[in-house]
């Protein structure tokens, strides 16, 4: 069970608990609710910051309903020119490497520089196995009290490309209510990177001592992607071993071609829970913010995702159409089977139904 899952459990019965008291409050409980909020009163309360009435809209942009749907495409809207002010920061490693501890040492230092911070998170298991690597636990309480930070879990989809176009929405809305350091995070197993990638501005590959790439299950496009690479539980006995892992990335990196944001890739070393090494990673983060913003870089990507996310959407309205065109889901089924029976070739078969969608047969 993913952890949204677990809490829309948990709100479930938390629905009978004061009727069990007192009949009157569990119905202004209820009444409460179902209070439908205007538009208008959700984009206020964001933009004051108002973090209930935040995690009522990301709920909004979470649900499957149309009318939610529609009511937070609204709310997106009219947030979108209170949004964008921000850094945005992808963090991935595999599991264990220490991402949650990782994520409140830095949040907690990133607010101590008088910084507000929203936590996401993109985990493909919970898509995948209905399961969740990412949940389960209980993650960053410390930071989860800050009156600055807002956590929120990955959304539950069934597909990685709808769980990340919604974490997509949330960062816009957490930035208009002045979360203006965004972390996203993800497990670091291939494809949620790409993901995590098309909305982030800058990616930090966390990477424990001692253990190669093969042992740490990364594939080279994530180091690639990698803007900075953080070699984490330096401490204690392991100090030595995460100095050796640092050079050898160090060496691996010094092969890689220049990005085309200019950022040198750097790796150091870092402790989460002796919480050192965390102010130079931040401190790098906003070298890289600032180089990419003097090179015009920041902002070209920026653009450049939104125009990914428009293309994206257009792409999934369009194969949702197609998808639920009644014609066309009649014959899709006899044209699966002459294709599986050899009678037909795929492309053919998949110009008939195209042609057929278009009413040009
Ligand atoms: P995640 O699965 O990547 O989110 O990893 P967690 O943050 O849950 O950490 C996994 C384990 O590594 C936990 O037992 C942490 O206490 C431990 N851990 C995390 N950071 C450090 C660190 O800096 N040093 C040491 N020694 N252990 C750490």
Redesign the pocket.
């Known amino acids: 069970m993913s952890f949204s899952e677990k809490n829309i459990k948990k709100d479930k019965s938390s629905k009978s608990l004061p009727g069990a008291v007192n009949p009157n409050a569990a119905q202004q409980f209820l009444r409460k609710k179902k209070k439908n909020r205007s538009v208008e009163d959700f984009v206020k309360g964001i933009i004051k910051g108002d973090r209930m009435i935040l995690s009522q809209a990301i709920t909004l942009v979470e649900s499957t309903r149309s009318s939610d749907q529609s009511k937070a495409q609204q709310i997106i809207e009219a947030c979108l020119p209170h949004s964008g002010n921000s850094i945005r920061i992808g963090i991935t490693?595999?599991?264990?490497?220490?991402?949650?501890?990782?994520?409140?040492?830095l949040g907690k230092y990133v607010i101590s520089q008088k910084r507000k911070v929203a936590v996401l998170a993109i985990d493909p298991s919970s898509s995948v196995t209905k399961g969740s690597?990412?949940g389960d636990?209980t993650?960053m309480n410390d930071l989860s009290l800050e009156k600055n930070a807002f956590i929120r879990p990955s959304p539950a989809g069934t597909s990685l490309g709808g769980v990340a176009r919604k974490t997509r929405e949330t960062i816009l809305l957490c930035e208009a209510a002045g979360f203006e350091t965004i972390f996203v995070?993800t497990?670091g197993v291939g494809q949620s990177e790409t993901a995590v990638h098309s909305m982030v501005d800058f990616f930090l590959l966390?990477l424990v001592p001692g253990a190669g790439d093969e042992l740490q299950g990364i594939k080279r496009g994530i180091v690639e992607m990698a803007d900075i690479l953080a070699v984490?539980?330096?401490?204690?006995d392991?100090i030595a071993a995460a100095k050796n892992a640092r050079r050898e990335y160090r060496n691996a990196l010094h092969l890689m071609p220049l990005k085309e944001s200019e950022i040198q890739p750097k790796v150091l070393t870092?402790?989460?829970?002796?919480q050192t090494g965390i102010d130079e990673i931040w401190k790098l983060l906003l070298e890289n913010q600032k180089l990419t913003k003097k090179n015009h870089f920041f902002d070209k990507k920026r653009k450049e995702q939104s125009l990914f996310w428009l293309h994206e959407q257009i792409g999934n309205g369009l194969k949702d159409f197609f998808y639920k065109n009644e014609k066309v889901k009649k014959r899709l089924e006899e044209i699966e089977k002459e294709v599986l029976e050899g009678k037909r070739n795929s492309f053919s078969a998949a110009d008939e139904l195209l042609n057929m969608f278009l009413d040009k047969k």
Do not use: H, M, W, Y
């Open positions: 490693g595999i599991p264990g490497v220490g991402k949650s501890t990782f994520i409140e040492a690597i990412l636990k993650r995070e497990v966390l984490n539980k330096a401490d204690g392991q870092c402790s989460a829970i002796e």
